[in-house]
């Protein structure tokens, strides 16, 4: 309906770009993965050696020195195609970014180079069993012996925890009573002694995507290791990167949305129900309709959120409350599109299904859909 202005024609080429990679080296294999709990590890080289991992990150560390919406274009594509078993964005937009901002040059250059060429897969471990969006209440603790820090905790539903490398620990390193100044992010290689991956999570959906326990029992990393040298940073370095990953989550979600419309729009112009096709009866006009014009409207909302985030103006209530409708929104667009399809709506060999169980999750990670309201609600 409103014409997107925010790419150029590199970008629209660069999309062409994954929509081969995907259709090619990805969907192919998504079942296989969904099967097994995470992708083949050559998939993470193979996008390496593509250019697609850490686009953002700067030529002095092995990155492309891209601007963020060469980033956005394969978080568009990706969730368009519903190639929810890859997590490309978490490893180049999400922990890279970590590192980035916030690491020491000695850390840039060691991991950077290995993340943009997929020889190291990054991972973030925040969540933990006893709580998921009070990141205050954090129990996993390093303590200082010597030159080292100590671990002992335990993290859950970490994304890329399987084939993870790097690890950004989410630890207390203090006992101020303060949490804010007792959380700090600690460098945890995933071959240290002491340091044990669970199996990949069954989940409900996005069966594909590499998700599983963490547990650390007495740890050694050295103080070195600490993110960026300064202890008690940790809830701020999360705090500033949170507004990028919740509008993340939203450019994924519109994305998604689009897509089960589509196909949608597809299944009933030829699908058959009493002699007309299912697009003609007034109910589902007016149903398209209604989704057609949600779509657009959230779409430019993100779009316009994508300006504020490329001008570091965006703000947190402004990310969370295009995380949540965005992600409310599609979960809405599924269930109504997988209604429009009937009963083939629930068979697992339509995209529409796949959607309705991917699509659940969105409205808990990165914060769950009712904290974004309380974020919200601060600033009233």
């Known amino acids: 309906?409103?014409?997107?202005?925010?790419?150029?024609?590199?970008?629209?080429?660069?999309?062409?770009?994954?929509?081969?990679?995907?259709?090619?080296?990805?969907?192919?294999?998504?079942?296989?993965?969904?099967?097994?709990?995470?992708?083949?590890?050559?998939?993470?080289n193979r996008a390496g050696e593509l250019g697609l991992l850490c686009m953002a990150i700067p030529e002095a560390y092995g990155g492309l020195g891209a601007d963020r919406l060469f980033s956005i274009v394969l978080m568009e594509e990706k969730a368009y195609l519903g190639a929810t078993a890859t997590t490309f964005e978490i490893h180049s937009d999400v922990i890279a970014?970590?590192?980035?901002?916030?690491?020491?040059?000695?850390?840039?250059?060691?991991?950077?180079?290995?993340?943009?060429?997929?020889?190291a897969v990054g991972a973030v471990a925040m969540t933990e069993p006893s709580g998921g969006s009070d990141l205050q209440a954090i129990k996993t603790r390093a303590v200082v012996d010597g030159d080292d820090y100590v671990l002992n905790g335990s993290k859950i539903f970490i994304t890329n925890g399987h084939h993870g490398d790097i690890f950004v620990v989410v630890a207390r390193t203090g006992d101020s009573g303060e949490g804010k100044r007792d959380i700090s992010l600690i460098l945890v290689e995933?071959?240290?002694?002491?340091?044990?991956?669970?199996?990949?999570?069954?989940?409900?959906?996005?069966?594909g995507q590499d998700t599983c326990e963490l547990f650390f029992e007495n740890v050694r990393v050295p103080r070195s290791n600490l993110l960026g040298g300064i202890e008690g940073k940790g809830f701020m370095q999360l705090m500033q990167e949170l507004a990028w990953e919740r509008l993340m989550v939203?450019?994924?979600?519109?994305?998604?949305?689009?897509?089960?419309?589509?196909?949608?729009?597809?299944?009933?112009?030829?699908?058959?129900?009493?002699?007309?096709?299912?697009?003609?009866?007034?109910?589902?006009?007016?149903?398209?309709?209604?989704?057609?014009?949600?779509?657009?409207?959230?779409?430019v909302f993100v779009d316009r959120c994508i300006e504020l985030a490329l001008e570091k103006k965006l703000a947190p209530e402004?990310?969370?409350?295009?995380?949540?409708?965005?992600?409310?929104?599609?979960?809405?667009?599924?269930?109504?599109?997988?209604?429009?399809?009937?009963?083939?709506?629930?068979?697992?060999?339509?995209?529409?299904?796949?959607?309705?169980?991917d699509s659940r999750a969105s409205r808990i990670y990165l914060g769950t859909n009712e904290i974004m309201k309380e974020v919200i609600a601060r600033t009233l």
């Open 1 to 44: 309906m409103v014409p997107r202005s925010l790419f150029g024609p590199e970008h629209e080429e660069f999309r062409n770009t994954l929509r081969r990679f995907f259709a090619d080296e990805v969907m192919p294999h998504h079942a296989a993965w969904e099967a097994q709990g995470y992708v083949d590890r050559k998939l993470w």
């Open 97 to 119: 970014n970590y590192i980035f901002h916030f690491g020491t040059e000695a850390q840039r250059l060691h991991w950077l180079p290995k993340m943009v060429s997929g020889e």
């Open 190 to 207: 995933g071959d240290r002694p002491g340091f044990t991956k669970g199996k990949p999570l069954s989940k409900i959906g996005m069966k």
């Open 250 to 299: 939203a450019i994924g979600a519109i994305a998604g949305a689009r897509m089960a419309l589509d196909v949608t729009l597809e299944y009933t112009r030829n699908r058959k129900v009493f002699g007309k096709t299912v697009d003609s009866y007034q109910n589902s006009r007016f149903k398209l309709a209604e989704m057609k014009s949600e779509i657009a409207i959230g779409q």
């Open 318 to 357: 402004a990310s969370a409350a295009a995380k949540y409708w965005t992600t409310d929104l599609h979960c809405k667009v599924v269930d109504q599109c997988l209604q429009l399809h009937g009963g083939y709506g629930y068979m697992m060999e339509y995209p529409i299904a796949h959607a309705f169980i």
